[in-house]
């Protein structure tokens, strides 16, 4: 009783001081005889962490001076921040398939770039080089923006809440990282259509039954390859989402939204529907998409790039190489809104 009495009074300890460089936290404690002493915590949740382990560490006699009073890391790296800090946090919180995109942005794009600059040096010119370079090197501004972007403001998130910086970084978006997003008129999406539905080299049956879907339903892409037979009433005109492909084309998990729905089914989707249901391989539960003999889904690459080659063959290279599933979805939403659909009823579509 008299240890966690100690315990919750420790935070007492813990007292503020100015510095230049802003506000700093350090306790001064006598326990058993012991004096502890420390000072230059960013945070007092930091301050208060190590004199509660100093605390409970001269209770159980293991308390060793050395092993506390190390030179706080005041001028941590990105790169150091992101392995030691931020990894560890968004490995706890985050999907899977999520934490694997971040790990490859930073590694393969981020820390290259930045990893060995000082955490509190960061600011918002550099972060705008950063992205203006990654542009001229062929990025894609959307994948600057939807995952560059938000995986540096969730680092500099945590670095704030963590105490090793006082607020997040400015990130300025250069004029020529604000391309639109591409969405096609009903005059292409009939073109691609039209294409799709031909005999064609360019796309494989069920490749063309996925475009099929993907476009009268709306549905993302991993949502359509997670699709399974008892998913689909086609008397009752109805199709239930409530997974998606995961990272690993292997495994399902819940929808991105992270709900159940269930949605009309299009008179033009049921030929790409029951295309898909007639070309399912043999396999027990009832898959519409995965390989055979295996069970893998179908690669999305797969269907990413022959969908490229069938609508540069309809529109032309220039703009059939930016047709993406997802392009699809979004040309969709805006041919329902332009025919006076309320926007509600297609946020609930979608």
């Known amino acids: ?9 420790a ?13 700093r936290y350090g306790f001064d404690f006598q326990l058993k005889g012991i004096r502890c002493r420390r000072k230059s915590f960013i945070s007092a949740d930091e301050a208060y962490a190590v004199a509660l382990q100093i605390r409970l ?20 790296t990105l790169e150091s921040f992101w392995y030691n800090h931020h990894l560890p946090i968004i490995q706890k919180t985050l999907k899977i398939r999520t934490v694997k995109g971040r790990v490859s942005c930073f590694t393969n794009h981020i820390l290259p770039a930045l990893g060995k600059i000082k955490l509190r040096a960061l600011d918002g010119n ?29 680092l500099t998130r945590d670095a704030v809440k963590l105490g090793y910086i006082t607020s997040q970084p400015p990130i300025r978006i250069d004029a020529k990282l604000k391309n639109t997003k591409l969405t096609l008129t009903k005059s292409q999406m009939k073109s691609i259509l039209d294409e799709i539905s031909k005999d064609t080299s360019l796309m494989e049956p069920r490749v063309k039954s996925i475009c099929q879907i993907l476009f009268w339903t709306g549905l993302r892409l991993g949502e359509a390859l997670a699709l399974k037979s008892d998913d689909i009433d086609l008397a009752g ?28 089914i299009h008179p033009e989707a049921i030929e ?17 998409f995965q390989e055979e003999n295996t069970n893998r889904f179908i690669y999305p690459q797969k269907v990413r790039s022959q969908l490229k080659a069938v609508s540069t063959k309809a529109l032309g290279s220039k703009l059939g190489n930016k047709v993406t599933p997802h392009t699809l979805r979004r040309s969709l939403a805006s041919m329902l809104i332009d025919d006076n659909t309320p926007v509600d009823v297609v946020a609930r579509l979608l």
Do not use: C
Not at 126 to 151: M, P
């Open 272 to 288: 790409g529907i029951t295309a898909a249901i007639s070309l399912m391989t043999d396999n027990r539960e009832g898959w519409l």
């Open 11 to 23: 935070r007492e300890i813990i007292k503020p001081y100015k510095t230049e460089r802003g506000v």
């Open 126 to 154: 550099k972060l705008e080089q950063y992205l203006l370079q990654k542009a001229r090197e062929g990025v894609a501004s959307s994948t600057l923006k939807h995952q560059h972007i938000i995986a540096i403001k969730a």
């Open 1 to 9: 009783m008299s240890i966690m009495t100690h315990m919750k009074d």
């Open 57 to 76: 560490d001269i209770f159980s006699g293991s308390y060793d001076p050395s092993r506390y009073f190390e030179k706080l890391q005041k001028d941590i």
């Open 237 to 264: 005109n109805k199709l239930n989402i409530n997974k998606t492909v995961a990272y690993d084309s292997k495994s399902v998990t819940s929808t991105k939204a992270g709900i159940d729905n269930s949605i009309p």
